[in-house]
């Protein structure tokens, strides 16, 4: 079955240094990619999500390519903030309405 | 409302009891979830909802799982005879109708416990 697997937590950064999350897939097809972030306290809220093959999804400084030939979906930030400390969750929609998560990797960011 | 509202957002309860959780979706979203994420795993799909009906519910774990949506507004996740591997937070979202991941907003959570 569909499927989507993130590399494991937590990841502890100094502030400013370069963040990447790893996240590949398992899918019959093409599906849509998401990250969704969780901040302490807060409810999951949607970061940023590609659609198709080579489709690049950004906000907030974070970016992620859909990368077909891998079935990969990195999330990547040039420079992190504290602000940043939270679960992130790589997710993947196909050929149905619910989503299907990652186990979630937690995010350390150290001034 | 403004957003997804859960109630309570914490409970414990004792081994064998019957516990009953409560998701208010933004007004107007037709479609409801709920999801499940037990400590150190990701969120496991449990139901969603159309409207009242319930096309998805493959991801309920036993039949001491049930849930129910009235008006196209609240749905109440009931869990009988609680086990304490149910302990996990319980997670509810909404959406538009035919926007799926697109459009998902989640609450805040409840944290269930079983003791």
């Known amino acids: 079955g569909d499927s989507v697997t993130q590399m494991e937590g937590p990841v502890t950064l100094s502030e400013e240094a370069f963040l990447t999350i790893n996240c590949t897939y398992t899918?019959?097809?093409?599906?849509?990619l998401f990250w969704y972030v969780q901040y302490p306290g807060e409810g999951l809220q949607l970061l940023l999500k590609a659609t198709k093959a080579d489709d690049k999804g950004s906000n907030k400084g974070f970016e992620a390519t859909y990368r077909k030939e891998t079935t990969s979906f990195h999330l990547e930030k040039g420079s992190v903030q504290v602000s940043d400390s939270a679960v992130y969750f790589c997710a993947l929609l196909y050929n149905t309405d619910k989503l299907i998560f990652g186990t979630g990797t937690r995010l350390q960011v150290f001034p | 409302g403004a957003g997804v509202s859960q109630s309570p957002s914490n409970k414990v309860t004792e081994k064998g009891k019957d516990v009953e959780l409560r998701c208010d979706p933004i007004s107007g979203h037709t479609a409801l979830y709920w999801y499940r994420q037990r400590l150190g795993q990701g969120l496991e799909f449990l139901i969603y909802?159309?409207?009242?009906?319930?096309?998805?519910k493959s991801g309920l774990p036993s039949d001491r799982f049930s849930a129910e949506r009235t008006g196209e507004s609240v749905s109440t996740l009931t869990i009988q005879r609680t086990q304490q591997e149910d302990s996990a937070v319980y997670l509810c979202?909404?959406?538009?109708?035919?926007?799926?991941?697109?459009?998902?907003?989640f609450g805040s959570g409840t944290r269930l416990t079983v003791v």
């Open positions: 979202a909404s959406s538009l109708a035919g926007q799926g991941g697109h459009g998902y907003t």
């Open positions: 899918a019959t097809g093409y599906p849509s």
């Open positions: 909802f159309q409207g009242n009906s319930a096309p998805d």
